[in-house]
């Protein structure tokens, strides 16, 4: 039997269902750019259910395929999966981490 998730891993878990398998080239994030540079590119993501406000996505490319990407929320960063150049499709992490 599985641990029971707090609320804020439930949330979590909630947006990450939202941003699973999705083409980043297709979702035509905005970008930042006051706080972008480089390989460390901040968008306006989604707006969720009845948010006022749109998700802040925080994309770290590094020099050869990959994209990380968090969600910024809750004072802290989390972790919400990857993108490859070629596909650019999100796959979204769900395994909880210790």
Not at 29 to 55: P, T
């Amino acid at each position: 039997m599985g641990e029971k998730m707090t609320l804020a891993e439930t949330r979590l878990e909630i947006i990450k269902k939202t941003y699973d398998r999705l083409d980043t080239k297709r979702l035509r994030l905005e970008r930042i750019k006051d706080v972008s540079c480089y390989n460390y590119n901040f968008y306006v993501g989604r707006k969720r259910l009845a948010r006022a406000v749109c998700d802040i996505l925080l994309g770290i490319s590094d020099d050869d395929r990959e994209t990380e990407w968090w969600i910024i929320g809750n004072h802290k960063p989390q972790l919400l999966g990857y993108s490859d150049v070629e596909d650019e499709i999100l796959e979204v992490v769900f395994e909880r981490r210790c």
